[in-house]
Every structure is written in structure tokens, then in C-alpha cells.
């Protein structure tokens, strides 16, 4: 069995919009299955850009990406689609949750997406929310939730399909320190459950428990 999940080729990202931006340069990373991983460095110096290309949500300017013997940055668009439906999950900063559905509904909305039958949607999604430590919180809206609940609703909703690999965008960067030690908590969990986490972020309690850190200053890896 490989061990490494994704490996990243002289990656390179520029964005030119009017005005050219070379947002990452020559990343060459790998990340080993099941780890926790945390990319850290200043604003704007392109930790966003490289999650997105990781996870197949756009396409880098030259470079490879493989999740696992598989590139990325060859697999056409619509097949990029299910892959990134069925293997990865996202967790953004802010929250991106339906308000006018309950945290129940929330989570089986990605399943829905997939396929899923409805009977397995609701069982599944109780399960995770379980994991979480929401299982009491199923039939509440998200506004009635505080923001770290919130944040563990994504994380649910994130792993709905069942994806091997979670990447999170500064999952904690809007949470107080108590909640981002109790979302730290269950991020733990999950990953002890068998999930490859990355996960971008400024805070040294997150980077704490990362078994490994990417340094991104300039659009450049520093060391790893
Ligand atoms: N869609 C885009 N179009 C043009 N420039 C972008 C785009 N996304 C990011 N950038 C630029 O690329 C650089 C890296 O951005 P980003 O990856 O978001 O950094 P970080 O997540 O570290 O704050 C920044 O200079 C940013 O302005
Ligand atoms: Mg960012």
C-alpha cells in the first residue's frame, strides 16, 4: 500500500488578472496517508492557493498534483467532480452552512449531492454528527449553534461522503480559544479515525498537534 497520499510536483501557481501574481512557486510536498498536517505563513503569501490545488479545486499554472498514483492535473473537469466529491472534503473559514436547514439536513445535503438513498443519508449523517459531539444538536438550526459548534457541523457536513482526506481553510481563525480547543478536540478524533487532515491555519494550538508543518512564505515551501 502506498503511504503517501498526495505528492505535489513543482507546483506552480499564477494568477494573472491585469496584474500577474505569482502566488506559489516549485512546491514539491508530500503528505502521508492518515497524518495531520498544518500549512502555516503570512497572509496572502498563497497557503489558500495550495489547498485548493491539493484538494483539485483549481488548476495550478504548471506542476503536478497526485492523490496517490493518480494526477490530479490530468483528470478532466467532470471527473475531477466525483473525485473530489467522493475522496476529499472541504472545511472553509466561514462556515458556509444553509440557514434555513437544520444541522441534520445540513450534513445529508452533500449526500444527496452524491446519491445517496435517503434512509442511509439520515443514519449516516446521526453517526457523524455523533463523532462531532452534535448528536444532540440534530434538529437546531445553525444559527441557535455557537461558532465552533457551527464550524464541527461543517466538518460533519465535510465528511458526509465519506472522504479519505479533509482540508481546512483557518477552520478555527473566527473561534475563541475554549472553542478552538474543543473543535481542536474532535478534529483529533476524526483524524484517529482514519482521516488525512491538512489544515491551514495561524494558530500555534493547532499547529501543536500537526505531526508535520508547511512553511509557505512568498508563494515558496521554507522547509518540511
Ligand atoms: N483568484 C485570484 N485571482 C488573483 N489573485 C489571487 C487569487 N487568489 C489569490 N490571489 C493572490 O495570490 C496570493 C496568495 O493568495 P492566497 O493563497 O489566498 O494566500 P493566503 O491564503 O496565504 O492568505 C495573494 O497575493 C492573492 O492576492
Ligand atoms: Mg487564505
Redesign the pocket.
Known amino acids: 500500500m502506498n503511504d503517501l497520499i498526495i505528492r505535489t510536483e513543482k507546483l506552480t501557481k499564477i ?1 494573472e ?1 491585469g496584474y500577474r ?1 505569482v ?1 506559489l512557486q516549485d512546491i514539491d510536498l508530500t503528505i502521508a496517508r492518515g497524518s495531520l498536517s498544518c500549512i502555516m ?1 503570512p ?7 495550495l489547498l485548493h490545488l491539493i484538494g483539485g479545486l483549481d488548476r495550478p499554472t504548471s506542476g503536478r498534483v497526485y492523490l496517490e498514483d493518480m494526477d490530479l492535473t490530468s483528470v478532466g473537469s467532470s471527473k475531477l467532480a466525483v473525485l473530489r466529491c467522493r475522496r476529499i472534503g472541504f472545511v472553509f473559514q466561514f462556515f458556509n452552512l444553509l440557514p434555513v436547514l437544520t444541522v441534520l439536513e445540513n450534513v445529508e445535503v452533500s449526500m444527496m449531492l452524491a446519491g445517496v438513498p435517503q434512509k442511509e443519508q439520515r443514519e449516516r449523517a446521526i453517526e457523524i454528527l455523533r463523532l462531532v459531539g452534535l448528536e444532540e444538536k440534530c434538529h437546531v438550526k445553525p444559527n441557535q449553534l455557537s461558532g465552533g459548534q457551527r464550524q464541527r457541523v461543517a466538518i460533519a457536513r465535510a465528511m458526509a461522503n465519506n472522504p479519505d482526506i479533509l482540508l481546512m481553510d483557518e477552520p478555527t481563525g473566527n473561534l475563541d480559544s475554549k472553542s478552538e480547543q474543543e473543535l481542536l478536540t474532535h478534529i483529533h478524533k476524526v483524524n484517529q479515525n482514519g482521516k488525512t487532515i491538512v489544515i ?1 491555519t495561524h494558530s500555534q494550538m493547532v499547529a501543536a498537534v500537526a505531526q508535520r508543518i508547511f512553511l ?1 512564505r512568498d508563494g515558496r515551501l521554507e522547509n518540511s
Open positions: 494568477y488578472d501574481t502566488a505563513g497572509s496572502g503569501h498563497g497557503k489558500s492557493t491551514v509557505i
